[in-house]
């Protein structure tokens, strides 16, 4: 009978630790850190999230293609 109780509350042990770790690593993904890259510059926002993945973002919007001029295109056959 022992065996049996000891394998039981191994079991339920691990399974308190697994759910523990899934918890803390959920949290992390949920919460990431904010990461300054001198190298992006200004216009850029980096996360890390987990320790692992670095996600980054432009914080600036950028100008619409249907703002610049159009550049001319010219047919240097006919001229």
């Known amino acids: ?9 191994l079991t339920f042990v691990a399974a308190v630790l697994v759910c523990g770790a899934a918890i803390a690593l959920s949290l992390a993904l949920a919460y990431p850190q904010p990461v300054s890259s001198p190298a992006l510059g200004a216009g850029w926002q ?6 692992l993945v670095t996600t ?4 600036s919007q950028a100008e619409p293609l249907a703002l610049h001029p159009r550049a001319v295109v010219v047919d240097y056959r006919r001229v």
């Open 1 to 9: 009978m022992d065996l049996r109780r000891t394998g039981k509350i």
């Open 46 to 51: 980096c996360h890390r999230s987990a320790g």
């Open 56 to 59: 980054c973002s432009r914080t």
